[in-house]
């Protein structure tokens, strides 16, 4: 069956290629000749072309597009301008080069239609009239390089003569192709017939500058003019290259300002650009697709280039054989299309074979839409499956036949309809038969849309599918706008943006998953080192990895299974390596624990030596301060020394105590403890004859250590007091942390203990023993540092 598909598609594409064959033959023999065949440009109010019939009456004479080398190639006789044919001559792309006449470009100023004041080029931007000019041909080179010469000099190019034109286009000013306008930038030989036409046209001269050219006859062969050449071409209204001119005609031009043409290399090398230039700066058409032939050709090669490259990436990528195939299909399509695109280009004259070449661009876009449906159908086919169904090949019949509906156009006139202008070229609207191809195509392509996504439905990135979806609106987007001829889409090369249209949707089919890719995903499975196995849901094995083995069932095993699209995928991994790191690090735990208490252990008994070490050194620091009163409590109790001096040191060396703990255990004692423990020994005072009022304003805390000197400081006073007899003593605390006592006795005879007045003194403290009209009163205090001032006398 497959092999009468392909003889089918054989016998189909056999008649195809013999009438292509035929087509080119009969193209290329119609585009020879020429031998005895002068071309003149095709200009208009142009004299030259009616004059040389007489100057050359052994050739025909006809009006073509200047096309100089193409037409010399044929053996013609090629009007051509001086920059073209002398480097041609210099060259040996031509042998004789015979000038006829002068062609100054110049400022024709039609005064029955406008009074502008217009000596040179930037004058044209102050006026408000229309200003004509020519783009067609070579003649948009040769009046741009005039002007650039006179806007910017000998090493001119084309940004100041384009700027002007483009200022002129922003305005509206500017026609193109034409004469009808009072202002029209032309050569002087026009400006001349447009007078004889009967216009009252002032030739004006650029004051900035110009440059006159010369025009003549390029040809292979030597030329014999007939007699009276030059009287000929003055009769006919030409300026000779002499100068000489029928002043009626030519008026009082001042040609002083123009000059003739000193380097053509860079001339040349200037206008390469101007289509370019004139399109995209001057017109802004053309903005984001080739512009001119350079571009066409570079940009598809480089085009070329991209579908070879993506060719090879999709078959490299894709799994099935029949995939493979149709992208390859695919790929030799774009690129059979194009280059028949390139080839169309390059042709100037067989206008037959231009136009065949142009029919089978629906030639390879039907064949295009059939192997995108041989990608879809594809897809989900085994590998060994490769040749595309019956179905498929009876589309393909199909094609073909509407193929040959577009190639026999000439016959019917249904898809396309021509109408030829009298110089070979033809304007043409869609017939019904176009609308036929173009549905095939559409429906075609649609169907493999469909298809692909039916095949992929189980997908899990089904809402990736837009962007392939996407591609598609785009194209139809751009399909539209071409039939409709919408600028951005007209203006575009169909072929070109076809294809990567084509290339776009097919990659973000892959992308997305629509189309299934990785040709090595087999031996990539096969030599994959997890012991992995892949069945269908009848349990049969599909897939297996060389390192899978029997299933066992042991505690070094693990069994896993997921589910997949048709099937499930299984594989075991052994454990028993992990399984006896899990049992060593059971060991070590268990050391680890054992570590711990240990740890803890030592830690507890540690700690216990330092609480004992600190209570220790608590205890030696206390009896250091209190080692003093100790030894005189003892001393008092064996001298037997009174019992209320006894209770008092008693007392003191209690709450000193108290003091000294309190000191380790906060950094501020509230004022009404130090008050309380005042309070109580000013009571026991009273047991040794002493009574002491005792009064406190102290509010804020006070620190421990300044608590401790107060205390200190009153029990060394009130046992003086008591070892005097001294009966009444008033004692106050202020609000500025200073204790003032006022024994009844004179307590000038008071000394303060040494070791109690470093202390103070260590603390900035100060004790004073002032007398106060009559009564003696001592004072404890403690300055501040910021004011340093000092209140009394010594202690």
């Known amino acids: ?65 200047n096309n100089v080398f193409a037409h010399l190639e044929e053996g013609a006789v090629v009007e051509a301008f001086d920059p073209q044919a002398v480097p041609a001559v210099k060259a040996g792309l031509a042998r004789y080069w015979y000038p006829q006449y002068l062609a100054t470009v110049v400022i024709a100023v039609d005064r029955g239609r406008t009074d502008a004041q217009i000596r040179g080029w930037r004058d044209l931007l102050a006026t408000d009239t229309a200003v004509g000019f020519s783009d067609a041909n070579i003649n948009s080179h ?99 290259p002499d100068g000489r001119c029928d002043p009626a005609l030519y008026g009082s031009a001042c040609y002083r300002y123009a000059a003739r043409v000193a380097d053509y290399e860079h001339l040349n090398a200037a206008c390469q650009d101007v289509v370019r230039v004139l399109r ?95 990608l879809a159908w594809a897809i989900d086919q085994p590998e060994d499956k490769v040749m595309p169904p019956k179905w498929l090949g009876l589309l393909g019949a199909g094609g073909g036949a509407l193929a040959a509906l577009v190639f026999t156009n000439d016959l019917h006139n249904q898809v396309f309809r021509l109408e030829y202008a009298p110089n070979g070229s033809f304007e043409y609207t869609y017939g019904p038969g176009y609308y036929v191809v173009a549905a095939a195509c559409i429906g075609m392509v649609l169907a493999a849309i469909v298809m692909m996504l039916l095949k992929s439905g189980r997908n899990p990135r089904r809402n990736r599918f837009v962007f392939p979806l996407a591609m598609c609106a785009l194209s139809s987007a751009y399909g539209a706008g071409y039939l409709l001829r919408v600028p951005l889409a007209w203006e575009s090369d169909v072929t070109m943006v076809t294809g990567l249209f084509t290339l776009l949707f ?78 060593e690090i059971e060991e070590y735990a268990r050391k680890l624990a054992v570590a711990n208490t240990m740890l803890a252990e030592e830690a507890r008994i540690k700690r216990a030596m330092e609480e004992e070490n600190a209570k220790t050194q608590l205890m030696a620091q206390l009896e250091s301060e209190l080692a003093a009163h100790a030894a005189r409590l ?14 008092l040191l008693l007392c003191y060396i209690k709450r000193r105590c108290n003091l000294f703990f309190r000191g380790r255990e906060t950094q501020l004692l509230p004022a009404d403890e130090l008050t309380v423990y005042i309070d109580e020994l000013a009571e026991l005072a009273g047991y040794a004859d002493i009574k002491i009022i005792a009064t406190s304003q102290l509010e804020t805390p006070v620190a421990p250590r300044r608590a401790a000197l107060f205390y200190d400081f009153f029990h060394s006073v009130v046992d003086w007091a008591a070892g005097c007899a001294c009966p009444h003593m008033l004692a106050h605390i202020g609000p500025d942390q200073a204790m003032r006592l006022l024994p009844s006795e004179d307590a000038r005879a008071f000394q303060l203990e040494e070791n109690l007045a470093v202390a103070i003194a260590i603390a900035g403290g100060m004790v004073t023993v002032k007398d106060l009209d009559g009564a003696v009163g001592i004072s404890l205090f403690f300055p501040s540092r910021i004011c340093g001032s000092i209140e009394g006398g010594g202690s």
Not at 634 to 647: N, P, V
Request: proline share 4%; aromatic share 8%; with cysteine.
């Open 1 to 65: 069956m497959r092999k009468g598909i392909g003889s089918r598609a054989g016998r189909i594409a056999a008649p195809v290629l013999l009438c292509l064959i035929l087509f080119f033959s009969y193209a290329c023999a119609s585009g020879g000749g020429g031998e005895s065949t002068a071309i003149c440009g095709n200009d208009e109010y142009a004299d030259y072309p009616d004059v040389l019939p007489r100057l050359l009456p052994t050739h025909t004479v006809r009006r073509a597009e």
């Open 142 to 240: 040769m009046l741009m390089a005039a002007m650039a010469y006179g806007l910017e000099g000998g090493g001119f190019t084309l940004k100041a003569a384009a700027g002007l034109l483009s200022a002129l286009q922003t305005q509206k000013r500017l026609a193109r192709n034409s004469f009808a306008p009072p202002v029209v930038i032309c050569y002087d030989y026009q400006a001349a017939a447009l007078r004889r036409a009967g216009r009252d046209i002032e030739l004006v001269v650029p004051e900035e500058g110009t440059l006159t050219y010369e025009k003549g006859l390029l040809s292979n062969k030597p030329l014999a003019f007939a007699e009276g050449a030059e009287s000929l071409l003055y009769a006919a209204g030409l300026r000779l």
């Open 280 to 374: 995209r700066t001057v017109y802004r058409i053309r903005l984001y697709t080739s512009v001119d032939g350079r571009e066409h050709q570079l940009l598809a090669l480089l085009y070329m280039i991209l579908v070879v490259v993506w060719t090879a990436a999709v078959i490299r990528r894709a799994m099935q054989k029949g995939a493979r195939r149709a992208a390859l299909a695919t790929g030799n399509i774009l690129l059979g299309w194009m280059a028949v695109r390139l080839i169309k280009y390059q042709l100037i004259f067989a206008v037959g074979l231009d136009r065949y070449l142009w029919y089978g661009f629906y030639l390879f876009q039907l064949a295009l839409s059939l192997a995108l449906l041989w």
């Open 506 to 583: 097919v990659e973000t089919a892959i992308r997305t998953g629509m189309i299934p890719v990785n040709s090595k995903y087999t031996p990539l499975f096969t030599h994959s080192p997890l012991a992995m196995q892949i069945i269908d849901n009848n349990g049969n094995v599909v897939l297996s990895s060389s390192s899978s083995a029997p299933l066992r069932r042991d505690g070094d095993t693990l069994l896993f299974t997921a589910p997949i699209a048709g099937g499930h995928a299984m594989w075991q991994e052994d454990i028993a390596a992990l399984n006896r790191l899990h049992r």
């Open 634 to 647: 003892s001393a008092m109790i064996e001298s037997q020394e009174s019992a209320a001096r006894i209770a």
